[in-house]
């Protein structure tokens, strides 16, 4: 870019605990400027603005979309929101960041979907651990060949911050977070992972749901990781799941498990995926994410070190640092911004790029909680991912 061309102008729709790391990522893009955030009022959006340094500050999104400075919106506002913010977005005709789920059910998601690609705007979810080095260089091992064919998978996405009952969040509450808690807010990144990685999708599943906490008491805050509230506190029924096991089938004959769950003391952010292949077995860590384990039967079990000098060329380029430097989940989220915004600047007829989930990514995601949740109610059947 020179330096007589315009930044591309990114926008901000919800800042809370996720929006603030949209616009770090941004920010060290370098091509491109944080322009505003709009929030559910004007005097809280004009703080935070401040605070963060940024120039405009709106008091809804309708006001940050019909912004002429703002090409590039990122929707981080809670799921309920989802679909009226990215819709008005798409139809403004501005390039839409999402972050996961799309929206709260499936028609909502094939909605945005097809308008997006209408539109012919650039469209993304935030499906994050994707931008992760050695995520990219179990991905490229796989398609090499380097384990043989996949035939295994066992994910896990493990967290305990709901797990004393005086912790709330509106992800718990089916009108602002949707019908299911723990499958659509970290299921689906385990989902997304998994399919990424061993390319190819997920065609039937059998899940398993329970909700371990059915009543918490809160009172009345509903901001996530806030930790044990406090003060006059209120009882509220759960429905949602905060457990869940589920059997996966892959297209391609993988067959596997996922477990999820929120309540689960001394989990913190516990991702972890592992594919077996007829030759060699690979197990990624998400809170140990500079290694990668690869096992084999007929040589020793070795541990690859995040170092772009030893991965594969293409999952090299997604590392910023030298061996021994630990990256973190920041250029993770980082990684995949950069590939959203390179796309912006290519244009949205070019290529998608190959770590960035489209709307219509993103929209098999909410199909595939959609089955686990259908296999739960009907007494834990084998169910079809139903794709339209
Ligand atoms: N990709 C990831 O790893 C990841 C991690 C955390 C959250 N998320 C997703 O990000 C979204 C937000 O989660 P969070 O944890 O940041 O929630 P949060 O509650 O911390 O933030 C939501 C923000 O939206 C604002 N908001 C509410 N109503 C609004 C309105 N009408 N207009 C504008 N702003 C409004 C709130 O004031 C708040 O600042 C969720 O969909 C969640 O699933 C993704």
Same mark, same amino acid.
């Given at each position: 870019?020179?330096?007589?061309?315009?930044?591309?102008?990114?926008?901000?729709?919800?800042?809370?605990?996720?929006?603030?790391?949209?616009?770090?990522?941004?920010?060290?893009?370098?091509?491109?400027?944080?322009?505003?955030?709009?929030?559910?009022?004007?005097?809280?959006?004009?703080?935070?603005?401040?605070?963060?340094?940024?120039?405009?500050?709106?008091?809804?999104?309708?006001?940050?979309?019909?912004?002429?400075?703002?090409?590039?919106?990122?929707?981080?506002?809670?799921?309920?929101?989802?679909?009226?913010?990215?819709?008005?977005?798409?139809?403004?005709?501005?390039?839409?960041?999402?972050?996961?789920? !799309?929206?709260? /059910?499936?028609?909502?998601?094939? +909605? @945005?979907?097809?308008?997006?690609?209408? *539109?012919?705007?650039?469209? $993304?979810?935030?499906?994050?651990?994707?931008?992760?080095?050695?995520?990219?260089?179990?991905?490229?091992?796989?398609?090499?060949?380097?384990?043989?064919?996949?035939?295994?998978?066992?994910?896990?996405?493990?967290?305990?911050? !709901?797990?004393? /009952?005086?912790?709330?969040?509106? +992800? @718990?509450?089916?009108?602002?977070?949707? *019908?299911?808690?723990?499958? $659509?807010?970290?299921?689906?990144?385990?989902?997304?992972?998994?399919?990424?990685?061993?390319?190819?999708?997920?065609?039937?599943?059998?899940?398993?749901?329970?909700?371990?906490?059915?009543?918490?008491?809160?009172?009345?805050?509903?901001?996530?990781?806030?930790?044990?509230?406090?003060?006059?506190?209120?009882?509220?029924?759960? *429905?949602?799941?905060?457990? $869940?096991?589920?059997?996966?089938?892959?297209?391609?004959?993988?067959?596997?498990?996922?477990?999820?769950?929120?309540?689960?003391?001394?989990?913190?952010?516990?991702?972890?995926?592992?594919?077996?292949?007829?030759?060699?077995?690979?197990?990624?860590?998400?809170?140990?994410?500079?290694?990668?384990?690869?096992?084999?039967?007929? *040589?020793?079990?070795?541990?690859?070190?995040?170092?772009?000098?030893?991965?594969?060329?293409?999952?090299?380029?997604?590392?910023?640092?030298?061996?021994?430097?630990?990256?973190?989940?920041?250029?993770?989220?980082?990684?995949?911004?950069?590939?959203?915004?390179?796309?912006?600047?290519?244009?949205?007829?070019?290529?998608?790029?190959?770590?960035?989930?489209?709307?219509?990514?993103?929209?098999?995601?909410?199909?595939?909680?959609?089955?686990?949740?259908?296999?739960?109610?009907?007494?834990?059947?084998?169910?079809?991912?139903?794709?339209?």
């Amino acid at each position: 870019m020179s330096a007589a061309q315009k930044k591309i102008g990114m926008g901000l729709i919800g800042p809370g605990f996720i929006g603030m790391h949209h616009i770090d990522a941004v920010r060290r893009l370098g091509f491109a400027e944080v322009v505003a955030l709009a929030d559910h009022k004007a005097d809280s959006a004009r703080i935070k603005a401040d605070e963060a340094g940024i120039p405009h500050a709106y008091g809804s999104p309708e006001e940050l979309i019909a912004d002429p400075d703002v090409d590039v919106i990122h929707n981080t506002t809670p799921n309920h929101l989802h679909f009226p913010v990215s819709m008005a977005a798409i139809e403004a005709g501005k390039h839409i960041v999402s972050e996961k789920p !799309l929206a709260m /059910d499936p028609d909502q998601c094939r +909605r @945005l979907r097809d308008a997006a690609k209408a *539109a012919g705007v650039v469209n $993304a979810v935030m499906f994050n651990y994707r931008g992760n080095p050695l995520v990219q260089q179990m991905r490229d091992m796989i398609a090499a060949g380097e384990i043989g064919t996949p035939v295994f998978v066992k994910g896990q996405y493990l967290q305990d911050w !709901l797990t004393d /009952d005086k912790t709330y969040s509106w +992800r @718990l509450d089916p009108k602002l977070g949707g *019908a299911s808690s723990a499958l $659509a807010d970290i299921g689906s990144h385990t989902c997304d992972l998994a399919e990424h990685v061993i390319g190819s999708k997920i065609v039937s599943v059998l899940a398993d749901l329970g909700t371990i906490v059915k009543t918490r008491y809160t009172n009345g805050s509903s901001h996530a990781f806030s930790g044990t509230q406090s003060g006059d506190l209120k009882p509220v029924e759960i *429905a949602g799941e905060d457990i $869940a096991t589920v059997m996966l089938r892959f297209e391609n004959g993988v067959r596997g498990t996922i477990t999820v769950g929120q309540v689960l003391p001394g989990h913190k952010n516990d991702l972890q995926l592992e594919i077996n292949g007829r030759t060699a077995s690979l197990h990624w860590v998400q809170e140990k994410q500079n290694e990668l384990w690869i096992g084999r039967y007929n *040589a020793a079990n070795a541990i690859l070190q995040k170092d772009p000098s030893l991965m594969l060329p293409a999952a090299a380029k997604y590392a910023h640092l030298p061996g021994g430097h630990q990256e973190a989940w920041t250029d993770a989220f980082y990684n995949m911004v950069k590939a959203i915004y390179g796309w912006v600047q290519a244009g949205p007829s070019s290529p998608q790029p190959e770590i960035v989930s489209t709307f219509a990514d993103a929209t098999h995601i909410t199909e595939i909680v959609d089955a686990m949740l259908r296999s739960n109610a009907a007494g834990n059947v084998w169910m079809n991912v139903e794709g339209k």
